[in-house]
């Protein structure tokens, strides 16, 4: 696998695991019980963890963009 597919790789599966964990522990205005600032949507999130998250999706992808780099490394996957 190139730098490039693998740039490739990184990118697209670190925003799939990213969105994949934005609703990970997320507790709204309203389910924290906390006063409801005005002009905010009572669904907005109070913690949204955004820094553990971004860190979260870099190890995801790091993983997968690894898995993929082995499986044509090694050969267990063939594209022709």
């Not at 006063?35 to 963890?49: H, L, S, Y």
């Not at 998250?53 to 499986?71: D, S």
Request: charged share 15%; hydrophobic share 55%.
């Amino acid at each position: 696998m190139d730098i490039v597919a693998g740039v490739v790789i990184f990118l697209v599966s670190w925003w799939m695991v990213l969105f994949t964990l934005l609703p990970v522990g997320v507790r709204s205005q309203e389910e924290a019980g906390d006063d409801i600032e005005p002009g905010t949507e009572r669904g907005a999130p109070v913690k949204p963890m955004l820094l553990k998250k971004m860190i979260g999706a870099t190890i995801g992808a790091t993983v997968i963009t690894l898995l993929f780099h082995f499986a044509f490394e090694y050969n267990w996957v063939q594209l022709s």
